[in-house]
């Protein structure tokens, strides 16, 4: 018999600089948010544009360890307004909208005072990152999964990965990137392969996942301007970004977690280990991109503990 789940819907103005209209963040949370609670934990989401689905097996650490979540959709994805006419526009699409949205959903939920964590998954993780570093009231703890802390040593690291595939698969995608070719079937079979290898070993996807794709393909405005066209051609205003000089702000516990066979490899991963204080990190052995996928239970079982101060 499986038990319903307290679970709660809802809408947030956001007022985002320079959207030229108004917009709103939409949200879930899982469990309660009462003061009698476990500081909640805010989940997010990578892509940019993936929306929040992928990341709901998070569901667990509520059941398992009585920790409130809250997922959302960030600006320009799923349930939340869209901005398709801001394609290409890096002065919109920047860090400080997205921690400015962040921020004005924890003052709407009133968590301030109490307190909360968060999470943040690939892209999901960089804002967390960047967030923690800013030193913001009512941090208690953050986790990065998967988040890397340099763009370009994200893409050095992606570059070896696609060093190892077979010859026949590297020419398809070394010729199709000579002609800026990026959106045929060709193209898309190729990246299929890396994709199998490094972002999720699991066949088929879970569905939850191709909900991800089926979001950046249906609106990848936010993805294409910050990334770039594919999780390995990193041509978007996000490409030189380095994280690691600012690390040192990060004052609050942190768990790091990526996987043996992640796109964000160890490498990437370094600079976050190197200059948090406070900081754990672990490598889940039979992972990629989507620990919380394919090492299901070691991924709860670790934040869990962690979120949980045992």
Known sequence: MTTMLPVTEGEVNFDAPGAGKPCKTW??????????????????????????????????????????????????????????????????????????????????????????????QSWG???????????PEGLRKVIIASGPASMPLYAQGCNNLLAQLSPDVREVLEDCER????????FEKAAAVFYARHLCRLDPFPSEIQVAFEHLKEDPTSYLTIQGPSEFVIVGSIKDWEGGSAAHNIQVPTLLLNGRYDEATDFCMQPWFDNIPKVKWVTLENASHMGHFEEHERFMQLCGAFLSGY
């Open 27 to 120: 949200y879930k949370t899982v469990g309660s948010l009462d003061s009698s609670a476990s500081p909640p934990l805010i989940a997010l989401h990578g892509g940019p544009g993936a929306g929040h689905e992928y990341l709901t097996p998070l569901t667990d650490l509520y059941e398992k360890h009585g920790i409130p979540i809250v997922f959302y959709d960030q600006i320009g994805c799923g349930r939340s307004t869209h901005l398709r006419e801001k394609m290409g526009d890096a002065s919109f699409w920047t860090f400080d909208l997205f921690l400015a949205e962040l921020d004005n959903l924890i003052d709407h939920l009133q968590l301030r005072d109490r307190g909360f964590s968060v999470l943040g």
């Open 125 to 135: 993780g960089i804002l967390v990152g960047i967030y923690a570093a800013r030193q």
């Open 179 to 186: 002609r800026g070719d990026r959106e045929s079937e060709r």
